[in-house]
Nanobody, 123 residues
């Protein structure tokens, strides 16, 4: 599985972004989004099950972000609203190890990682 994340950029605080993660292979893996800011560990952002029925969010994202997927396009989206400076990070999408997988917030459960897309929020 190969993953390509895009959609990052420079945005003002309070603004919104939609990140995309295009995957190769059959769309039967759960996908997660993680982020890593300079000097900090990689942290979980959101996850969606292989069929899009189940979603999971980090506490910091719940209520202002939406993860979704279009399996016909083999693409997962992450919409983030009300961006703040603490959201500045490189955002990575990742695919779980097993087929027909459910959501997970654990990086170790993900076998394939995209290259990341930079999100910078200015005040």
């Amino acid at each position: 599985v190969q993953l390509q994340a895009c959609g990052g950029g420079l945005v003002q605080a309070g603004g919104s972004l939609r990140l995309s993660c295009a995957a190769s292979g059959p769309p039967n893996y759960a996908i997660g989004w993680f982020r890593q800011a300079p000097g900090r560990e990689r942290e979980f952002v959101a996850s969606i099950s292989w069929n899009g029925v189940s979603t999971l969010y980090a506490d910091s994202m719940r209520g202002r972000s939406t993860i979704s997927r279009d399996n016909a396009r083999n693409t997962v989206y992450l919409q983030i609203n009300s961006l703040n400076r603490e959201d500045t990070a490189v955002y990575y999408c990742a695919s779980r190890r097993t087929t027909f997988s459910l959501t997970s917030r654990t990086p170790h459960d993900y076998a394939y990682w995209g290259q990341g897309t930079q999100v910078t929020v200015s005040s």
